[in-house]
């Protein structure tokens, strides 16, 4: 399973969330921004390069949340806390990126493999790292 790396960018108690444009199926949903891990890249690194390029920003990772999920029957999920160190996040291959409170986390329709870090992120938000 190739791995697929997502960013929970998390500031004063909020996560952002970035709707997607394409494919068609996916357009309109959300998710935590990121992609797949190039190479030799660590996870990590993928994520800080994959915010980069998606948002413009610059993170910093902090944790890893728990599990990983399928995506399909070829890539693996796994979702890093991270942390804006420079920047502001302007969304680059989304169409738009919403700051959700652990309350709000269920106002958007989020893509199915996302779904299962909610819970851990949830708690999270209410108690900051």
């Known amino acids: 399973m190739h791995p697929v790396v997502g960013a929970a960018i998390v500031r004063d108690g909020?996560?952002?969330?970035?709707?997607?444009?394409?494919?068609?199926?996916?357009?309109?949903?959300?998710?935590?921004?990121g992609g797949k891990v190039e190479g030799a890249e660590s996870p990590d690194d993928a994520v800080v390069r994959e915010i980069e390029e998606e948002l413009g920003c610059a993170v910093s990772?902090?944790?890893?949340?728990?599990?990983?999920?399928?995506?399909?029957?070829?890539?693996?999920?796994?979702?890093?806390?991270?942390?804006?160190?420079?920047?502001?996040?302007?969304?680059?291959?989304?169409?738009a990126v919403r700051w959700l409170a652990a309350?709000?986390?269920d106002d958007v329709d989020w893509l199915e493999p996302d779904r299962p870090f909610l819970a851990?992120?949830?708690a999270l938000l209410r108690v900051p790292i």
Request: neutral net charge.
């Open 120 to 122: 851990e992120l949830r």
């Open 103 to 105: 309350e709000e986390l």
């Open 61 to 95: 990772v902090e944790r890893w949340l728990e599990g990983a999920v399928p995506i399909g029957t070829t890539h693996r999920l796994t979702v890093a806390v991270v942390r804006i160190v420079a920047g502001e996040p302007v969304p680059h291959e989304h169409d």
């Open 14 to 33: 909020r996560v952002l969330a970035a709707r997607r444009t394409r494919p068609a199926a996916a357009a309109g949903r959300w998710e935590f921004p």
